[in-house]
């Protein structure tokens, strides 16, 4: 079956320090990638996202995720976080159902940034 | 232009007792869909629509029925509510069909079943 995983559940990081969040999903066929963010008491944001082309895919407040298909992978970093990225992050995937563009979420990665 | 909006923000119901939950979007978008978010399992899809008239089962559909009789409205519905539809549920909306498509979020409606 088709799944998305994020393995870390929460992450607490000090204000500068560098972040990677993980996602790998289980699906041979061909994906569109998302990472969406929600910070606390808000919806949910799209951060970035992968369709084709260069797997280094650059989004908004400075965050970048890399597609590696080998890994079935979809990491989304950023150099220096802040206090204001205190949030929850979600990996997301569609494509699994041909012609739908029903998305499959990861169980969210709670990052806690410390001032 | 609002975007998706979502009423009520937060309900608290009896088990047993029905309500039904709004979305509105105004971005003139085919798609819409209802989800849940419950902790450490992220977003779930309850039911869709891929254009006015229509809707769809999505993975978790038990217990909910939906409508769409406008193209701008969605709206979710629990006939006889129960413990285990306490959660958080989001209603999100895309433009087209299309798989790049990016979906757009409501602010989430909180519901406790007692």
């Known amino acids: 079956a088709q799944s998305v995983s994020q393995h870390n559940h929460h992450v607490i990081l000090s204000e500068a320090a560098s972040l990677e969040l993980g996602c790998n999903y289980s699906y041979g066929g061909t994906v569109n990638l998302f990472w969406y963010v929600q910070y606390p008491g808000q919806h949910l944001q799209l951060l970035l996202k992968y369709f084709s082309g260069d797997p280094l895919v650059k989004g908004i407040k400075g965050f970048e995720a890399e597609f590696i298909k080998s890994k079935f992978s979809f990491n989304l970093r950023k150099p220096s976080v802040q206090w204001s990225d205190t949030a929850e992050y979600f990996c997301a995937v569609n494509g699994f159902q041909t012609g739908a563009n029903n998305l499959f979420f990861g169980t969210g990665t709670r990052l806690t940034v410390i001032p | 232009n609002a975007g998706v909006t979502q009423t009520p923000k937060f309900r608290v119901l009896k088990t047993g007792q029905s309500m039904t939950l709004l979305c509105a979007q105004d971005?003139?978008?085919?798609?819409m869909y209802w989800y849940r978010q419950d902790p450490g399992m992220g977003l779930r899809l309850i039911h869709y629509?891929?254009?006015?008239?229509?809707?769809a089962k999505g993975e978790v559909p038990d217990g909910y029925n939906v409508s769409r009789l406008k193209k701008q409205n969605f709206l979710l519905g629990l006939e006889s509510a129960a413990p285990s539809q306490t959660s958080v549920y989001f209603c999100a909306s895309s433009y087209r069909q299309w798989v790049q498509e990016t979906q757009y979020f409501g602010p989430g409606t909180r519901l406790l079943v007692l």
């Open positions: 629509s891929v254009g006015e008239g229509t809707t």
């Open positions: 971005m003139n978008h085919e798609y």
